[in-house]
């Protein structure tokens, strides 16, 4: 089994709603994202899926994100645009544009600082 990770970025702020802190108030974060796949084999030149397309992928659906009020974006409007909510948000949209079949995505990890991330995952 093959497991392949790239790092990719935005800079957005949000408020996260009822939260009783300093986090419900209107902040920014440089949000620092990795995305992780799985290839049981290797394609015919001997790679499981090239970085630069899971590159292109995580920056078309970060830059969604990027320079936003994230509270103004759907499904943000109705949930709080927590590293959580954020993690699954990039991963069910990176898991519509990784159609290779020989690779899956496995996780998206979102980064809110240097020591502080959530992962989203599906069994």
Not at 6 to 13: D, K, L, N, P, T
Not at 21 to 28: A, Q
Not at 67 to 86: A, D, R, Y
């Amino acid at each position: 089994m093959y497991e392949l990770m790239i790092e990719s970025g935005f800079c957005a702020a949000h408020q996260l709603r009822n939260y009783k802190g300093k986090c419900e108030d209107l902040h920014g974060h440089n949000w620092r994202i990795q995305v992780y796949i799985q290839a049981e084999r290797l394609n015919e030149i001997d790679i499981a899926v090239d970085f630069h397309d899971l590159k292109r992928y995580a920056k078309e659906v970060t830059d969604q994100l990027d320079h936003t009020f994230l509270n103004n974006l759907f499904p943000f409007t109705e949930i709080n645009p927590s590293s959580e909510s954020i993690a699954r948000w990039i991963y069910d949209s990176m898991k519509k544009k990784i159609i290779e079949e020989t690779v899956r995505l496995t996780a998206v990890t979102v980064w809110e600082s240097e020591s502080a991330s959530a992962t989203y995952y599906e069994d």
